[in-house]
C-alpha cells in the first residue's frame, strides 16, 4: 500500500522560497505510469493543483504558478520536492501531495506552510 | 482553462435522505471527471472516477453519472459518516481542476 508523506518548514517569510518533499513508500516514483503531484488547499477554500511529475521526469506545471513552481524528484530517496519562489500571503495553504493515475488515489496527510514575516 | 463549478455550496440533509447535487464543467470534458470526499483536516478520498466508476471500498450508495459538461454525483441514503464536503475534479485537460466543492451538512 503507498504512503506519501510530506516533509518541510511551516512557516516561510515573504519573497523567499517555499520548500517541501514529500516521501513516498510502498511504491517507486519511477516505476509504472504514475504522476506524482502537490496540491496546495488554501484554509476554508477549494483544492487547487500546482504541479505534477511524471515517472520518467517529465514534469507539467498549472500555469497560474508555472513561473514560480519546480517540481524534481530525488530516485535514490524515493522522494519528490516542491520548490515555489516568491511566495506571499496568498500561497498560504495546506500543500498536499498526491499520486494520480486518472484520479489521486493516494494522498499525504498534507502540511500547513504559512507565509509570514 | 477548464472552470468546474459546483451547486449547491452548502446542502442541508438528513439522514437517510437522498441528495444529489451537481458539477459543470466549461468546456465538455467527456467522461473524465472525479469525485472526491473531504473531511475536515483529511485528505481528499477518491468516491467516482471515469463519471461513474466506484472506486473499490466505496459504499454503493454512492453514484455518479454524466458526461460532456454536466454531472451528478448522488447519495441514495444519507449515513452518518457521509457529512462532509464533496469535489469534482476534471483530468480532461491541463491544468487540472477541481470544483469548489459542495459540504453537505446535517439538517
Known amino acids: 500500500q503507498v504512503q506519501l508523506q510530506e516533509s518541510g518548514p511551516g512557516l516561510v517569510k515573504p519573497s523567499q522560497i517555499l520548500s517541501l518533499m514529500c516521501t513516498v513508500s510502498g511504491d517507486s516514483i519511477t516505476s509504472g505510469s504514475y504522476y506524482w503531484t502537490w496540491i496546495r488547499q488554501p484554509a476554508g477554500k477549494g483544492l487547487e493543483w500546482i504541479g505534477r511529475m511524471y515517472t520518467s521526469g517529465s514534469t507539467q506545471y498549472n500555469p497560474s504558478l508555472e513561473s514560480r513552481v519546480t517540481i524534481s524528484g530525488d530516485t535514490s530517496k524515493n522522494q519528490f520536492s516542491l520548490k515555489l519562489s516568491s511566495v506571499t500571503a496568498a500561497d498560504t495553504a495546506v500543500y498536499y501531495c498526491?499520486?494520480?493515475?486518472?484520479?489521486?488515489?493516494?494522498w499525504g496527510q498534507g502540511t500547513l506552510v504559512t507565509v509570514s514575516s | 482553462d477548464i472552470q468546474m463549478t459546483q451547486s449547491p455550496s452548502t446542502l442541508s440533509a438528513s439522514v437517510g435522505d437522498r441528495v444529489t447535487f451537481t458539477c459543470r464543467a466549461s468546456l465538455s470534458i467527456s467522461r473524465s471527471l472525479v469525485w472526491y470526499q473531504q473531511k475536515p483536516g483529511r485528505a481528499p478520498k477518491v468516491l467516482i472516477y471515469?463519471?461513474?466508476t466506484l472506486e473499490s471500498g466505496v459504499p454503493s450508495r454512492f453514484s455518479g453519472s454524466g458526461s460532456g459538461t454536466e454531472f451528478t454525483l448522488t447519495i441514495s441514503s444519507l449515513q452518518p459518516d457521509d457529512f462532509a464536503t464533496y469535489y469534482c475534479q476534471q483530468n480532461n485537460n491541463l491544468p487540472l481542476s477541481f470544483g469548489g466543492g459542495t459540504k453537505v451538512e446535517i439538517k
Open positions: 498526491a499520486r494520480e493515475n486518472w484520479k489521486f488515489d493516494s
Open positions: 471515469q463519471a461513474s
